[in-house]
């Protein structure tokens, strides 16, 4: 079994920056992909980013040039830093964890982008 930990959400003004974090436990090997996810009210759950085990990023449009994916593979941990936010970026973001076939969750952090 797979337990995710989400930590860094919280209430920032439009222009600011956030980090996401997220600790993996458990049943964990090597050849995995880990990202976020984010789901604002009244709207379906969306991709934000993924990161491979071997480093390849992948963004969504939304997001490119403002966050940032990246993993510390001796932690087991996973980051979203987040720059230039924007109150379209209010949301529970989700980290997500892949492998063997199988998608871990974690359980939500809340981000709120206003001023």
């Known amino acids: 079994q797979v337990q995710l930990v989400e930590s860094g959400g919280g209430l920032v003004q439009p222009g600011g920056s956030l980090r996401l974090s997220c600790a993996a436990s458990?049943?964990?090997?090597?050849?995995?992909?880990m990202g976020w996810h984010r789901q604002a009210p009244g709207k379906q759950r969306e991709l934000v980013a993924t990161?491979?085990?071997?480093?390849?990023?992948n963004y969504a449009d939304s997001v490119k040039g403002r966050f940032t994916i990246s993993r510390d593979d001796a932690k087991n941990t996973v980051y979203l830093q987040m720059n230039s936010l924007k109150p379209e970026d209010t949301a529970v973001y989700y980290c997500?964890?892949?492998?063997?076939?199988?998608?871990?969750w974690g359980q939500g952090t809340q981000v709120t982008v206003s001023s």
């Open positions: 458990g049943s964990i090997f090597r050849a995995y992909v």
């Open positions: 990161i491979t085990s071997g480093g390849s990023t």
């Open positions: 997500l964890l892949l492998q063997r076939g199988n998608n871990y």
